[in-house]
């Protein structure tokens, strides 16, 4: 069965604090790993995809990694407006509607 | 690009009223849009994929006669909740996949459903 896992599910960190964000997967045949941002109230926003081992994709202080078994969201130097929940999804080649699985997301608090 | 938009965003109903739900995809025609629904402090649930000018398929548990869907264009999808009840209360989000990438989602802000 296709699986997505988020760790850890609640983080702080001290603003300029850097740390990551892990996804762990387990899906037949990865098609996709996207990471989203979401505010409180608020829908999605879409970070990054990336498709193959080794790829690595960059924006402003975050920077997502991806192997065979997980993902990595890096977050340097973090500012308080980084405070968010940070939700990954994958899509598995076994899916022909683009259905993603999400993990439960990890929940960023940066501490000024 | 990739704007997609929710009306309303707020909207409160008496139990046993329907409510109807608008996505819009507003800078690219979606060949694919989801309906989400998410509880407090949870991740996202799909109840839906919808492709134009097709019925939609809902995922298991879902009640298709309770929470109707028309993807009439590849801009519009609209969710209707029949006969509302308190438990149908929840944030309920949309999104669209645009024709011809890799199955990126775009998520629409979302709509706030309280029943009373």
């Known amino acids: 069965e296709d699986q997505v896992t988020q760790s850890p599910e609640a983080l702080r960190l001290q603003e300029g604090e850097s740390s990551s964000l892990n996804c762990s997967y387990t899906v037949s045949g990865l098609r996709g790993l996207f990471w989203y941002r979401q505010d409180p109230g608020k829908g999605p926003e879409f970070l990054f995809t990336?498709?193959?081992a080794g790829e690595e994709k960059e924006k402003e202080r975050l920077k997502a990694t991806l192997t065979k078994k997980e993902s990595f969201l890096h977050i340097t130097a973090p500012k308080p407006e980084d405070s968010a929940t940070y939700l990954c999804?994958?899509?598995?080649?076994?899916?022909?509607?683009?259905?993603?699985?999400f993990g439960q997301g990890t929940t960023l608090q940066v501490k000024p | 690009g990739a704007v997609v938009s929710q009306h309303p965003s707020r909207v409160i109903c008496k139990s046993g009223t329907s409510v109807k739900i608008e996505c819009r995809s507003l800078d690219f025609q979606a060949t694919t849009m989801f309906w989400y629904r998410q509880f407090p402090k949870k991740s996202l649930m799909l109840m839906a994929t919808?492709?134009?000018?097709?019925?939609?398929?809902?995922e298991q548990g879902v009640e298709k006669d309770k929470f109707l869907i028309n993807h009439a264009s590849l801009t519009l999808s609209t969710l209707t909740v029949t006969s509302a009840h308190p438990e149908d209360s929840s944030f309920y989000i949309c999104?669209?996949?645009?024709?011809?990438?890799?199955?990126?989602?775009?998520f629409g802000p979302g709509t706030r459903l309280t029943v009373t």
């Open positions: 919808s492709n134009e000018g097709s019925k939609a398929t809902y």
């Open positions: 999804a994958v899509l598995s080649g076994s899916s022909n509607t683009g259905k993603l699985i």
């Open positions: 999104s669209a996949s645009r024709q011809g990438t890799s199955y990126e989602q775009y």
């Open positions: 990336l498709y193959s």
